[in-house]
Nanobody, 123 residues
Framework: QVQLVESGGGLVQAGGSLSLSCAAS????????VGWFRQAPGKEREFVAG????????YYGDSVRGRFTISRDNPRNTVYLQMNNLNPDDTAVYYC????????????????WGQGTQVTVSS
């Protein structure tokens, strides 16, 4: 059974930082591109960051580029999202997702999704 479990969310003040983790079980992470998405109340789920199977190609949504960094540790089957200089617009539930393949994927058609972790940024 495939599971993706996000952790590291919480409450932070504007300008602060958080580091999210996505731990996978039941699959070999190195065979998958992984993405982080977020969904705020009343809004559609949006792409935040993606990383290819080896970690040497990354891509970011316009609103987070320069502030967030995605990385992965394949032996640990874990992907990370370092979030710096957070602002209230970053408040959302953050999801990690895995899609079989070697690329970075920006659309929602992923194979597996985690349950999400809440990130709240106060002003």
């Amino acid at each position: 059974q495939v599971q993706l479990v996000e952790s590291g969310g919480g409450l932070v003040q504007a300008g602060g930082s958080l580091s999210l983790s996505c731990a996978a079980s039941g699959l070999t992470m190195s065979l998958y591109g992984v993405g982080w998405f977020r969904q705020a109340p009343g809004k559609e789920r949006e792409f935040v960051a993606g990383i290819n199977w080896s970690g040497d190609v990354t891509y970011y949504g316009d609103s987070v580029r320069g502030r967030f960094t995605i990385s992965r540790d394949n032996p640990r089957n874990t992907v990370y999202l370092q979030m710096n200089n957070l602002n209230p617009d970053d408040t959302a539930v953050y999801y990690c997702a895995a899609k079989r393949g070697y690329s970075v994927y920006v659309h929602l058609d992923y194979d597996h999704w985690g349950q999400g972790t809440q990130v709240t940024v106060s002003s």
